[in-house]
Structure formats: structure tokens, C-alpha cells
């Protein structure tokens, strides 16, 4: 069984640039949800997405914005990034149908300069 | 709103001495609770969870967790610690499968073990 897979693992950026990143969902998992964790804080909850369709978000503005596939991977796009973006981004899969946990993949450090 | 909070920022403890880290929850409806560990530069690990049931809920690496809903808790547990648990530990709650309104995690709690 494959676990979540992030990609890149690190990535740095310019203030007013664009980012996206990426997680490939565990197998039979059809949510995702993704964190931003700041350095020093617990993960704070973005998005989440559920059979391609945003199905919740939390206290974070429209420039962060998602997608999800079919095959149920996701993308997290940022836009006009500020410096206060820089964390480590965390991708996390689970079930909705079966309200199985949520299993998380290793993250992407996001620096912007 | 759900809350969760962690109220010991750093543990500091003897290799081979016992181990409780606390949480306090807040949530409006049957919590689901967990607790992750993440070591540094890594993502979140699963050591254990409550839906319902066993307010005793076993987990991984030998960590056990008890749910008391009169006192809002869900401390974790661990009989003799090693070297190896050296991380940082959080505790989050949330719906089923995360719920729309995704998990609420503590600001965590660093543990150092000392030979």
C-alpha cells in the first residue's frame, strides 16, 4: 500500500510569486486536506477536498486555492505570496464515506524570500 | 469553535521514566481525538485514536491515551520512555474522516529525553 507522497520537497519562492504543490493520496482514499504548519505551531487546517469538490475550508484567504483529480491527488496553488506564507505544508488523506483517519504525508518547506 | 489545547510547551524526561502529556479539548459535538508525532523536518505520524468505545485506547511505539469527557481530556501515556520518542507530540480533534471543518491541533508539545 502506498502512503501520501508530496511534492517537492522543498521549494523557494519570492514574495509576489505563485506556488503550487502536490499530494498523491493514499490508495482508497478519496479526501483530501491540506495544513499549513508555521515554524514552532501546530498545523492549521487550509482546505479539504472530497470527490473533487472543496467540501471545507478554514480561516485562510481565496489566494489559496485547490484542485482535486479524478484519480483524487490534489494540488494547493498560492497566489501573490507574502512572507508569512513560509511553513512547512502538510497533505492529508483519509475517507470521508468510512470516517477513517487522516494519514499525512511528509510535507512541503515553503520558503518565500 | 473547536479547541485543543496542550498545556506543557517542553517535557523534559528521564530514558526509562514514565510519560503523560496532556490535552484539553474543546468541541461541540462527540470529539474524535487523536494524536500524532512528528519528528524534525518530518510530516505527521499516527500513534493513536478515539471515536468511541474503550475510553483506554492503545496505540503505537507502546503509547496509550485516556479519553474522560467530564474533564474535556485526552491525556497520552507511555510506561517507560526511550531515547527514540525525542519529538514533537500533538493532539487534534475533529469529525470523522477530518470533517469538513478539517482537525484542530494543539500548538504541540516538545519532548526531550535525558540519558
Known amino acids: 500500500e502506498t502512503g501520501v507522497t508530496q511534492s517537492p520537497t522543498h521549494l523557494i519562492k519570492t514574495r509576489g510569486q505563485q506556488v503550487t504543490l502536490r499530494c498523491s493520496s493514499q490508495?482508497?482514499?478519496?479526501?483530501v486536506s491540506w495544513y499549513q504548519q508555521a515554524l514552532g505551531q501546530g498545523p492549521q487546517f487550509i482546505f479539504q477536498y472530497y470527490r473533487e469538490e472543496e467540501n471545507g475550508r478554514g480561516n485562510f484567504p481565496p489566494r489559496f486555492s485547490g484542485l482535486q483529480f479524478p484519480n483524487y491527488s490534489s494540488e494547493l496553488n498560492v497566489n501573490a505570496l507574502e512572507l508569512d506564507d513560509s511553513a512547512l505544508y502538510l497533505c492529508a488523506s483519509s475517507n470521508r464515506d468510512y470516517q477513517e483517519t487522516q494519514y499525512f504525508g511528509p510535507g512541503t518547506r515553503l520558503l518565500v524570500l | 469553535a473547536q479547541s485543543v489545547t496542550q498545556p506543557d510547551i517542553h517535557i523534559t524526561v528521564s530514558e526509562g521514566a514514565s510519560l503523560e502529556l496532556r490535552c484539553n479539548y474543546s468541541y461541540g459535538a462527540t470529539p474524535y481525538l487523536f494524536w500524532y508525532v512528528q519528528s524534525p523536518g518530518q510530516g505527521l505520524q499516527l500513534l493513536l485514536k478515539?471515536?468511541?468505545?474503550?475510553?483506554l485506547v492503545q496505540g503505537i511505539k507502546g503509547f496509550e491515551a485516556e479519553f474522560k469527557r467530564s474533564q474535556s481530556s485526552f491525556n497520552l501515556r507511555k510506561p517507560s520512555v526511550h531515547w527514540s520518542d525525542a519529538a514533537e507530540y500533538f493532539c487534534a480533534v475533529g469529525g470523522g474522516g477530518g470533517g469538513a471543518d478539517g482537525l484542530t491541533f494543539g500548538k504541540g508539545t516538545h519532548l526531550i529525553i535525558q540519558p
Open positions: 490508495s482508497g482514499h478519496n479526501t
Open positions: 478515539y471515536f468511541s468505545g474503550d475510553t
